[in-house]
């Protein structure tokens, strides 16, 4: 049987083309071999310097290269986000093949059960895939029609009991990290290929608008919003659609949000249902990996996998996340920059 439109896609057999036991029964020769494949594709596998990109390499000894251009030494995995990998190769594909299955977001401690790691192996294991998932944002322009929206988490606080001792936390001093806001912009054309970009941000404002438009919607795109003023100036940009949402949720012509709110109600399911809590630091990391299985959702597990294999075998080594627990973290994310280039943390 077919996939057939109406029908739900993780219900059909086109969606499942690598069932657990295709997993089991690779060794762990043939995942190197795998990596391999993704590292250098042009080559169907054969080493390529990293340094200076001369295919003329030799094995030095188990899995290591030397360049005879250059004399350096590498592996599959230098300079790539599995840089200094502790893993092996086979755990390494187990963990990309159970994260893709997971539609709403696999955790951390999910994964170091079923991989039988430390949960902080499988912590920075999760986190160097959702990087690697993030950077496609770098060049992403948006095409067609862009609905935009601003989505707040995190953050509750218990007002004081007494009304005189409460504090008006929408004003700028009382904030801090504790309660930021999910700007995203997403594609609707209706043929299922359709992206999401996501920013977070402090707080919806006109200058982050102003700016993720700009850099990341082209100007041929129609911008849909709600009627909050932070986007009242992006019709300077593009040609821009406000729904009013205290009149109503669609206007006549049927224009509405709806497309980027179910990207909202995705983030709310992964909160409630896999993740508990999102780190606020980390929470670009968090809504980018939800984007991206978000575009991605009818493709099926293979393919998933082929994808993030391509993604964490052709980005640069996290500057974050390599050497995590050895003191190396991410620095406290510059939400206010609009002018710079986007570039996830
Ligand atoms: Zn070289």
Redesign the pocket.
């Known amino acids: 049987m077919k996939y057939q439109d109406g029908q739900h896609f993780l219900m059909s057999p086109e969606c499942r083309d690598m069932p657990i036991r295709q997993l089991v029964q690779i060794e762990e020769e043939e995942a190197y071999a795998i990596f391999r494949q993704f590292r250098w594709p042009a080559t169907s596998g054969d080493p390529v310097?990293p340094?200076?990109?001369?295919l003329d390499c030799y094995a030095l000894r188990r899995r290591a290269f030397k360049?005879s251009?250059?004399r350096?030494e590498f592996s599959v995995t230098s300079g790539t986000v599995f840089a200094f990998h502790k893993l092996s190769f086979w755990k390494m594909l187990a963990a990309i093949w159970m994260s893709v299955n997971a539609v709403k977001g696999k955790a951390a401690l999910h994964l170091s059960r079923e991989l039988g790691v430390q949960y902080k192996t499988a912590w920075v294991l999760s986190f160097k895939i959702k990087e690697a998932l993030g950077l496609r944002r770098v060049d992403m322009k948006l095409e067609g029609q862009v609905q935009m929206d601003g989505k707040y988490a995190g953050g509750h606080i218990k007002p004081e009991n007494k009304a005189e001792e409460r504090i008006d936390r929408r004003l700028k001093k009382y904030q801090n990290m504790k309660r930021l806001c999910v700007l995203a912009l997403r594609e609707k054309n209706g043929s299922g290929f359709e992206r999401t970009f996501t920013r977070i941000v402090r707080e919806e404002q006109g200058d982050a608008a102003w700016a993720t438009v700009r850099d990341h919607v082209s100007r041929d795109a129609t911008v849909v919003t709600d009627e909050h003023p932070s986007y009242a100036d992006l019709a300077g940009l593009n040609e821009h659609r406000q729904v009013n949402h205290s009149e109503a949720y669609q206007t006549e012509d049927g224009t509405n949000t709806n497309h980027v709110e179910s990207f909202f109600s995705r983030i709310q399911r992964a909160y409630v249902g896999i993740h508990h809590r999102f780190s606020l630091k980390y929470f670009d990391y968090y809504v980018a990996d939800i984007a991206w299985r978000e575009d991605n959702r009818r493709k099926s597990n293979g393919q998933l996998a082929a994808l993030v294999l391509f993604a964490v075998m052709l980005n640069p080594t996290s500057r974050n996340f390599c050497g995590y627990w050895q003191g190396n973290s991410p620095p406290d994310p510059d939400f206010e920059d609009f002018d710079r280039p986007f570039a996830p943390a």
């Open positions: 310097c340094h200076c990109g001369v360049c251009g250059c350096r």
